[in-house]
Nanobody, 121 residues
Framework: QVQLVESGGGLVQDGGSLRLSCAAS????????MGWYRQAPGKQRELVAA???????NYADSVLGRFTISRDNAKNTVYLQMNSLKAEDTAVYYC???????????????WGQGTQVTVSS
């Protein structure tokens, strides 16, 4: 019923930039919070950044000042601008969205399939 499709990952050199996008589609009534998580090999998935429907943002300390999360509510899309990338940012990045499906009264959380970000030092 709902899909989250990420794009924009890839290989970049240390100090470079990437912009991730995640578009939600399907029978969506409304979207509340959206966020980006990442999981490096051998580590747990961790929150990178989150944004509410009103635009309030929250960042992990490790990316504060380097990453910027934003969203386009008309397009049901969330973005992650990543600058000054470091080798330790290498991970699979996942987006998620807490949303209401049309015709249902319960909020559900959906996840994208993940996109690989590799930063070479």
């Amino acid at each position: 019923q709902v899909q989250l499709v990420e794009s924009g990952g890839g290989l970049v050199q240390d100090g470079g930039s990437l912009r991730l996008s995640c578009a939600a589609s399907g029978r969506i009534f409304s979207i509340n919070g959206m966020g980006w998580y990442r999981q490096a090999p051998g580590k747990q998935r961790e929150l990178v950044a989150a944004i509410t429907s009103g635009g309030t943002t929250n960042y992990a300390d490790s990316v504060l000042g380097r990453f910027t999360i934003s969203r386009d509510n008309a397009k049901n899309t969330v973005y992650l601008q990543m600058n000054s990338l470091k080798a330790e940012d290498t991970a699979v990045y996942y987006c998620n969205a807490a949303l209401y499906v049309t015709g249902r009264l319960t909020e559900y959380t959906y996840w994208g399939q993940g996109t690989q970000v590799t930063v070479s030092s």
